[in-house]
């Protein structure tokens, strides 16, 4: 079936069953074409937080569809591939979060949402990349567990005087990102700030210009007067960044900046989704009442884009 048959088609099965349909900045570009909303971690579990839709379709991977069931478990939660995952989110488990509790009992555990569901039941707090310097601030202890994210947390612990214990989890796509390839660009380009994601190494955030989340990069690049700008994340944002500011240019910081995971939802996939009710997201209510609190006590605090 042509692009455009299938787009009409998940169109028509989203209204039928009175669903909403969220993608991820990084989704395909065929899927954010048609997404009700995208947006990054933090928006997208707002947002899921707060629809009167009674299905949610979430393309993205599925650490985002368990904290949209989360923070919505009467809804039916779908993940349109089964196999959509992150890799960082497995770099830490609930057994390994248990050990450093013990070992640090008076730290306050913040995690990136980027964690599974029973990981994120035995934290205190979650935050996102767009809220994670606010949120480690707002922490009503001196010792902070922060993760999985070894860079974003160093990248938080440059704006806190917390005493921070950072677990030494990555993201496979940026961490793989070096300071050399941006170096490059920059004697290229002299003209194009860079902006990154903070989960990127502390060597290339160091020669960014601005750090910030996907939608972050979003806003800041459409506000900012310079009409060229290196982009240090995921190549999925280049949809978002053309529609929001055509006029500009767009210089991806290497050309092997993808998620293989946010690249595995198909529309194929999505049309499947809303005929079969697959893929559901299904956690126990014990989960559900543990890992509740984290994410909203996140929201609480809201998001305050990370400053500099
Ligand atoms: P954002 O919250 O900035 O969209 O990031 C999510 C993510 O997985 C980045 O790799
Ligand atoms: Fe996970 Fe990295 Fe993919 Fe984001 S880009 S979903 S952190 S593997």
Wanted: proline residues 6%; charged residues 25%.
């Amino acid at each position: 079936m042509e692009k455009k048959e299938l787009q009409d088609r998940i169109r028509r099965l989203v209204k039928e069953k009175n669903a909403i349909l969220l993608a991820h900045n990084y989704q395909r570009e065929e899927i954010q074409e048609i997404a009700d909303l995208t947006g990054d971690s933090y928006e997208l579990s707002v947002k899921a937080s707060r629809t009167d839709a009674d299905i949610i379709v979430f393309c993205g991977v599925r650490f985002m569809a368990e904290s949209a069931k989360i923070l919505s478990p009467g809804k039916t939660v779908l993940l349109p591939n089964a196999h959509a995952g992150c890799p960082m989110a497995d770099m830490i488990t609930a057994q390994q979060l248990e050990g450093l509790r013990s070992q640090y009992p008076d730290a306050y555990v913040v995690s990136y949402v980027n964690t599974n569901a029973d990981v994120k039941a035995l934290s205190d707090v979650c935050c996102t990349s767009s809220n994670a310097v606010t949120i480690v601030n707002a922490v009503p202890a001196k010792k902070v567990i922060f993760i999985p994210d070894k860079n974003l947390g160093s990248y938080v612990k440059k704006f806190t005087d917390k005493d921070m214990i950072i677990w030494n989890g990555y993201c496979p796509t940026h961490h793989h990102i070096y300071p050399e390839e941006i170096k490059l660009l920059k004697e290229k380009y002299p003209d194009a700030p860079f902006v990154c994601h903070p989960e990127c190494r502390p060597d290339v955030v160091e020669l960014a210009d601005k750090v910030t989340s996907t939608s972050g990069i979003i806003k800041f690049t459409k506000e900012d007067p310079h009409h060229r700008f290196i982009i240090g994340t995921e190549e999925g944002i280049m949809y978002q960044l053309r529609k929001n500011s055509p006029e500009k240019e767009f210089i991806l910081a290497s050309n092997g900046f993808i998620c293989p995971n946010m690249k595995k939802t198909r529309l194929e996939d999505i049309v499947l989704a809303l005929e079969k009710n697959q893929y559901e997201i299904t956690l126990s209510p014990a989960i559900i009442e543990k890992a509740r609190l984290p994410l909203e006590r996140m929201i609480e605090v809201g998001a305050v884009p990370s400053a500099r």
